[in-house]
T-cell receptor, first 111, second 116 residues
Framework: QKEVEQNSGPLSVPEGAIASLNCTYSDRGSQSFFWYRQYSGKSPELIMFIYSNGDKEDGRFTAQLNKASQYVSLLIRDSQPSDSATYLCAGNAGNNRKLIWGLGTSLAVNP | ETGVTQTPRHLVMGMTNKKSLKCEQHLGHNAMYWYKQSAKKPLELMFVYSLEERVENNSVPSRFSPECPNSSHLFLHLHTLQPEDSALYLC???????????????FGAGSRLTVL
């Protein structure tokens, strides 16, 4: 059974801090990983994707991938209350159009 | 209209009803998807259409019937549903055939379905 696991949280951080969201996956064949953000009552929206080992930065967001450890993370620097949402991690299942999703981590950024 | 639009946003139906969910994408994408989102469960992929051809059908019960008349429109026909089918049904679209592009999904706002 291919799985993506995330700590459901809630993860609570103060405004301005670094939020660290983590994800592990079981399928070594997974090649690309995606972070989607879902605000309460809204649909998911893509934040970043990563397919190479190492770090990928986009503004306040950094995605990190370690294929040897089967670990993906998302760092949010200078966290803002508007970052409060559920963050969904997903990996492609070796099939171009199929993603395996985690349950999501709920993040609360406190002013 | 921009992005991916879904109608209706909310639907309540009895187990013997027949209803349909509609999705339209205005992005020129070549693939469309139906996902089911239930509380305490990961997003479940139901169907994928690429260039109007169904390419994925994840063992979904036959009471859910998809239809993709063209690359911009996707329907989910519902018939004799069960209360456990109550969930948020999300439509999405994507462009590209590589694993990265194909999984960059744009979601609609969702249709909240309640089966009584």
């Amino acid at each position: 059974q291919k799985e993506v696991e995330q700590n459901s949280g809630p993860l609570s951080v103060p405004e301005g801090a670094i939020a660290s969201l983590n994800c592990t996956y079981s399928d070594r064949g997974s090649q690309s990983f995606f972070w989607y953000r879902q605000y309460s009552g809204k649909s998911p929206e893509l934040i970043m994707f990563i397919y190479s080992n190492g770090d990928k930065e986009d503004g306040r967001f950094t995605a990190q991938l370690n294929k040897a450890s089967q670990y993906v993370s998302l760092l949010i620097r200078d966290s803002q209350p508007s970052d409060s949402a559920t963050y969904l991690c997903a990996g492609n299942a070796g099939n171009n159009r199929k993603l395996i999703w985690g349950l999501g981590t709920s993040l609360a950024v406190n002013p | 209209e921009t992005g991916v639009t879904q109608t209706p946003r909310h639907l309540v139906m009895g187990m013997t009803n027949k209803k349909s969910l509609k999705c339209e994408q205005h992005l020129g994408h070549n693939a469309m998807y139906w996902y089911k989102q239930s509380a305490k469960k990961p997003l479940e992929l139901m169907f994928v259409y690429s260039l109007e051809e169904r390419v994925e059908n994840n063992s979904v019960p036959s009471r859910f019937s998809p239809e993709c008349p063209n690359s911009s429109h996707l329907f989910l026909h519902l018939h004799t549903l069960q209360p456990e089918d109550s969930a948020l049904y999300l439509c999405a679209s994507s462009q590209g055939t590589g694993s990265s592009g194909a999984n960059v999904l744009t979601f609609g706002a969702g249709s909240r379905l309640t089966v009584l």
